[in-house]
């Protein structure tokens, strides 16, 4: 077996925690993977994993071979891709994971464009709002509105998002339009729920007036783009980023309210394990993000407020 794909191997499991989960990512049986490592193990004469049959982990010697392992095959995608013989086009396969509003209204539209400039990336798109596992399952990097509480992770700031509040006319007209956040607390209105770890809506700001609205619901969701339709149908008020009602909003689908009030950005990264090589595709990527939120959501310069 090839020594520079048994580390790889290696790698996956550490950072996969199986060897199962490591052979799905690499596309490869749980029996080849197992020989891969066990290859290394015979051939440095050292023990690279503890394992059993409920738990696996890195032996000392096995952390410190994967972290020069690490940099080692960082080094060397580096000096086969600058050879000056080797074509300097950024190439090869990408796993991007971004919310589903975001990939509908603005990465996919701009695909087109991407793809004529850099026709040798391929990109495996998954658009949900769920919380990925970048390390388990393989993914380059994601991009995610709020704040990163995963410590683990590099997140480079990309865009704000402003947000909003808004209601479906059919709505309105059954409910009434609230003049004040406070009246969404009121039994005769409702919200639609966004189900986000971390915790929307943002507080509503007007002078020194500060509200964080909860508001009965009979609805949560945990997609972006079903909220949006939730909205539309007339369920119930919304806490939406400006790309998201743009369009409905200067049609007459939603009403934009408490226009007076305002609401602390949402702040929009793009996340990677640290432990991940950033290739050149994958820096190709992570600065068409920025292009893209540079015209769509560019981040704001003033400081942000302290409560949400």
Same mark, same amino acid.
């Not at 049959?53 to 392992?69: F, I, P």
């Not at 850099?118 to 709020?146: H, M, Y």
């Not at 909220?227 to 998201?244: D, I």
């Given at each position: ?24 990512? $690499? ?125 683990? $992770? ?113 702040? $929009? ?40």
């Amino acid at each position: 077996m090839d020594k520079f794909e048994s580390m790889r191997a290696f790698i996956r499991v550490v950072e996969t925690g199986s060897f199962t989960r490591a052979a799905a990512n $690499l596309g490869v049986s749980r029996t080849t993977v197992t020989q891969m490592v066990q290859q290394l193990e015979t051939q440095l004469r050292i023990k690279l994993l503890n394992r059993t049959t409920r738990k696996l982990n890195v032996t000392s010697d096995g952390a410190v071979y994967y972290e020069r392992v690490v940099r080692l095959l960082a080094e060397l995608d580096d000096i086969e891709s600058n050879l000056p013989g080797v074509s300097m086009a950024p190439r090869g396969v990408l796993r991007v994971d971004v919310p589903s509003p975001f990939a509908n209204i603005i990465l996919v539209p701009a695909l087109p464009d991407f793809h004529a400039r850099f026709p040798d990336i391929q990109l495996d798109l998954g658009a949900s709002d769920r919380k990925v596992d970048l390390i388990g399952e393989n993914v380059d990097c994601v991009v995610r509105g709020g704040e990163i509480k995963d410590n683990s $992770l590099v997140a480079r700031h990309v865009g704000d998002l402003q947000l909003g509040v808004y209601a479906a006319p059919s709505y309105l007209a059954q409910a009434g339009t609230p003049l004040h956040p406070d009246e969404l607390r009121d039994s005769g209105h409702r919200i639609v729920q966004y189900r986000w770890e971390n915790g929307l809506p943002y507080a509503m700001v007007k002078g020194e007036e500060r509200v964080k609205i909860e508001g009965r619901y009979v609805l949560a969701i945990d997609d972006g783009n079903a909220y949006l339709t939730a909205g539309l149908a007339g369920l119930g008020v919304l806490w939406l980023p400006e790309y998201m009602a743009r369009e409905h909003a200067a049609n007459g689908a939603l009403v934009l309210l408490f226009t007076g009030w305002r609401i602390d950005p949402m702040p $929009l990264y793009v996340a990677y394990p640290p432990t991940r090589y950033v290739s050149k595709q994958l820096r190709v990527v992570i600065d068409w993000i920025v292009e893209l939120m540079a015209r769509h959501a560019p981040r704001v310069s003033v400081a942000k407020a302290k409560h949400r």
